[in-house]
């Protein structure tokens, strides 16, 4: 099996390797867009607010 991983990543071009970084970022933004807008429904502040509210609460900057 392990040679099997190595022959196929030996034998993927830039581009299949593009696609596939591609592929897997694109899913974890829809992820990340859909917990934006479930944190939004659930609490009922905008995305903007949200983010005062992280930068407030790590201490970056008092937003409040």
Excluded: H, P
Excluded at 9 to 15: D, G, I, R
Excluded at 39 to 51: E, I, N, P, S
Aim: charge should be negative; charged fraction near 15%.
């Amino acid at each position: 099996s392990n040679d099997e991983s190595e022959l196929m990543w030996n034998t993927m071009s830039c581009f299949d390797i593009i696609f596939w970084a591609f592929f897997f970022y694109s899913r974890w933004a829809m992820f990340g867009i859909a917990v934006g807008l479930l944190t939004g429904y659930a609490t009922g502040t905008d995305f903007v607010d949200q983010l005062k509210i992280i930068v407030s609460n790590l201490g970056i900057a008092d937003l409040e």
